[in-house]
Nanobody
């Protein structure tokens, strides 16, 4: 099992940027596919972005496509979510999630919460108008 820790959240004005980090301990994140999800008050957790174990495949929710970028640095055991052109509707707690991926599925990414076994505690992102 890997322990995931998100960081980088905060308060930002609309149009601003933040970079979230998902760090890992216990296991190397390089063997995991990783996803970012978010949950706003009173709403269900929703998918934001995903990256495959290899890093060669990524996928984004339509609501963030063109504004957010997911990437990974295996040397630093970290996955990032660069968020640009933030909008008040992006306000939520952001979670990273990990799923161990076999080498033969290293280009697969996963979109649904139940497909991930390991979760971080979340980091708050607040975008003011």
């Amino acid at each position: 099992q890997v322990q995931l820790v998100e960081s980088g959240g905060g308060l930002v004005q609309a149009g601003g940027s933040l970079r979230l980090s998902c760090g890992a301990s216990g296991r190397t994140l390089s063997t995991y596919a990783v996803g970012w999800f978010r949950q706003a008050p009173g709403k269900e957790r929703e998918f934001v972005a995903a990256i495959s174990r290899s890093g060669d495949s990524t996928y984004y929710a339509d609501s963030v496509k063109g504004r957010f970028t997911i990437s990974r640095d295996n040397a630093k055991n970290t996955v990032y979510l660069q968020m640009n052109s933030l909008e008040p509707v992006d306000t939520a707690v952001y979670y990273c999630a990990g799923r161990r991926a076999a080498a033969y599925s290293s280009d697969n990414y996963y979109l649904r919460p139940y497909e991930y076994a390991d979760w971080g505690q979340g980091t708050q992102v607040t975008v003011s108008s």
